[in-house]
């Protein structure tokens, strides 16, 4: 075997390195996911009950909420995973 050549991956590790980037990806869609749910619903709150302030606080509350699930879900399912 010639040492110039570059090894070949074997196709085990590449559908390992594929697993692990759809997994991944899929996990940041999760979390956006949540995030832009709890975000809608943030506003579609406050657009339905008229609080005298102008400060958007359920918009504010379950986007933060939302960042937190959706955190709370990407750790759960790397827990899980392993």
Do not use: C
């Amino acid at each position: 075997m010639d040492r110039n050549q570059p090894k070949k991956e074997p196709n085990g590790n590449r559908r390992q390195s594929l697993n692990a980037l759809a997994r991944y990806s899929g996990m940041a869609f999760q979390i956006a996911a949540t995030i832009i749910l709890f975000l809608f619903l943030g506003k579609w709150l406050d657009t339905k009950i008229h609080i005298s302030a102008n400060f958007p606080v359920f918009t504010t509350i379950l986007t933060i909420l939302g960042v937190f699930l959706g955190v709370y879900f990407v750790i759960r399912d790397l827990l899980k995973k392993r």
